[in-house]
């Protein structure tokens, strides 16, 4: 993978673990020539898994809605700053740019940006690989939630399955290397054709 977005937090969380992870993360893209597609702030986790990447002279692309660009939030030191109208229209982009997904811990928006892109790849729409990093067992609520979906019958196991999650960055790199998107089904290609 040549180019990959990372969906996390605006903050940087109580434990100082989220956020070595988040440099950790920018070092290996660093080490492995694997640019970097995030929300383009200078801020939280996102700032320092951009700034990690810097020390690295890897590419980072930040990718910030108008509404967001302050310069209190937007970082002027990376590769690249794309400017869209809307939200919508920055994950259009996001989603043009990159090979996979991966999400770090984070709230609303990085759930809301990793949701949409599972969606997308249940549709069939997007077939990129998606992983968590599981820093601190922080999805393990979101993974048994999933399982319970799968068990009460509102989720597939074979969409289930396209949740790739790992503790090291390493790992998660490899399921993604590996990942094999789900096949369509005759109900999902009608509803997708109208």
Do not use: W
């Amino acid at each position: 993978m040549k180019k990959i977005a990372v969906f996390c937090g605006a903050s940087i969380g109580f434990n100082p673990i989220y956020k070595k992870e988040a440099e950790n993360v920018g070092a290996f893209f660093g080490k492995n020539n694997i640019g970097l597609v995030y929300g383009g702030g200078k801020i939280g986790m996102m700032g320092a898994l951009a700034d990690e990447l810097l020390k690295h002279n890897g590419e980072v692309i930040g990718i910030i809605p108008h509404l967001l660009k302050h310069e209190e939030v937007v970082h002027s030191d990376i590769t690249q700053v794309i400017t869209t109208k809307k939200m919508s229209t920055r994950k259009v982009k996001m989603s043009k740019l990159v090979d996979g997904y991966i999400t770090l811990a984070g709230g609303f928006g990085t759930l809301d940006e990793v949701f949409e892109v599972l969606t997308l790849g249940q549709l069939g729409i997007e077939n990129k690989p998606i992983g968590f990093l599981n820093t601190n067992n922080f999805f393990n609520p979101m993974v048994e939630q999933l399982d319970l979906m799968v068990q009460e019958g509102f989720l597939k196991q074979e969409n289930r399955n396209m949740v790739l999650v790992s503790d090291t960055i390493e790992d998660l790199i490899v399921q993604m290397n590996n990942y094999k998107a789900p096949k369509m089904t005759k109900i999902v290609n009608t509803v997708v054709k109208k």
